[in-house]
């Protein structure tokens, strides 16, 4: 079965600061896809990405950045100077190729709190 | 184009009554899936459908628990005999059929068993 571990809680930084969301992921699948998600203190999930297992490309949309390796089942992601308006909680999913059903596996979430 | 929404936002009601969560997906998405997200539990898969059809029906934590999608659009998620433990936020998503399938959320029901 798969599993996506995301293993700090909550992180706290300085606003401006770079900072990185670690996710892990377990699958047994060779074709898989890999999504973060940010859900606001609004509470609506809002979709940031999606990785497919055969495409390894580092992925930049502004000042986000994934770094996805399968080397070490690893999907991270890093906010370059960040804002307080990144303040939220972001989960990292994986979902499998199942015959059309791309039901998500999430992990537990990251609270990034930005301090201005 | 509109996004995925939910009704009602919030519910709330005694232990034993029944409630119908509905969900209207993006135009076009043939995709459709219910989670739950609650403190203990995280957000954990439901059910889900292709068109009308529900092949996972997996994550539906008791016979209570029912859904239902109809003219391939409209879902609606019910729960008889309420408990406390239901108490959740129940999240509607949907996406165009795989390998297509990015899946958009809805604002979600907040749900509160007395």
């Known amino acids: 079965a798969q599993k996506v571990t995301q293993a700090q809680t909550e992180i706290s930084v300085v606003e401006k600061e770079d900072v990185t969301l670690d996710c892990v992921y377990e699958?047994?699948?060779?074709?898989?896809?890999l999504f973060w998600y940010k859900q606001p203190p609004s509470g609506e999930l809002v979709f940031l990405i999606r990785r497919n297992s055969f495409d390894e490309q580092n992925e930049i949309s502004g000042r986000y950045s994934w770094n996805f390796q399968k080397s070490t089942s690893s999907f991270n992601f890093t906010i370059t100077a960040s804002q307080v308006v990144d303040s939220a909680v972001y989960f990292c999913?994986?979902?499998?190729?199942?015959?059309?059903?791309?039901?998500?596996?999430f992990g537990t979430g990251t609270r990034l709190t930005i301090i201005p | 184009g509109a996004g995925v929404s939910q009704s009602p936002s919030n519910k709330v009601t005694e232990k034993g009554k029944d409630v119908e969560l509905r969900c209207d997906p993006i135009s076009g998405h043939t995709a459709l899936y219910w989670y739950r997200q609650s403190l203990g539990q995280g957000l954990e898969f439901l059910i889900y459908f292709q068109g009308n059809s529900a092949p996972d029906k997996s994550g539906l934590p008791s016979d209570r628990f029912s859904a239902e999608r109809t003219g391939g659009s409209v879902s609606t998620l019910t729960i008889q005999r309420t408990q406390q433990e239901d108490s959740a936020v129940y999240l509607c998503?949907?996406?165009?059929?795989?390998?297509?399938?990015?899946?958009?959320f809805g604002p979600g029901t907040r749900l509160t068993v007395l």
């Open positions: 699958t047994r699948d060779t074709t898989y896809y």
């Open positions: 998503a949907s996406s165009l059929a795989a390998p297509r399938g990015t899946q958009y």
């Open positions: 999913a994986l979902s499998e190729a199942n015959f059309g059903n791309e039901k998500l596996t």
